[in-house]
Nanobody, 118 residues
Framework: QVQLMESGGGLVQAGGSLRLSCAAS???????????MAWYRQPPGKQRELVAT???????NYADSVKGRFTIARDNAKKTVDLQMSSLKPEDTAVYFC?????????WGQGTQVTVSS
């Protein structure tokens, strides 16, 4: 089994920065090959949306709403993925979820709350 655990959420003022981290753990995580990793978010009362993705080779893509402000990075050896968020806006307020895809499975973390005050 593989578990994902996010950390780094919290309350920040508009214009500030936060760094989210996600680490894989569990009995199988050292044996599996993780393909794409991603961050999603779910704003209050809205559906979950894709924020950023990164391939095992390091190619990243971003939602238009976060381009130029957020940076996704991963460490394949440690099986971690981070999301550096800068110039935060109140509309970035959401629960942020880490996602990891293998050939057979799609894993999710439990989410971490990010609140941006105006």
């Amino acid at each position: 089994q593989v578990q994902l655990m996010e950390s780094g959420g919290g309350l920040v003022q508009a214009g500030g920065s936060l760094r989210l981290s996600c680490a894989a753990s569990g009995s199988s995580f050292r044996l599996i090959r993780i393909n794409d990793m991603a961050w999603y978010r779910q704003p209050p009362g809205k559906q979950r949306e894709l924020v950023a993705t990164i391939t095992a080779g390091g190619t990243s893509n971003y939602a238009d709403s976060v381009k130029g402000r957020f940076t996704i990075a991963r460490d394949n050896a440690k099986k971690t993925v981070d999301l550096q968020m800068s110039s935060l806006k109140p509309e970035d307020t959401a629960v942020y979820f880490c996602n990891a895809k293998t050939t057979r499975n799609d894993y999710w973390g439990q989410g971490t709350q990010v609140t941006v005050s105006s």
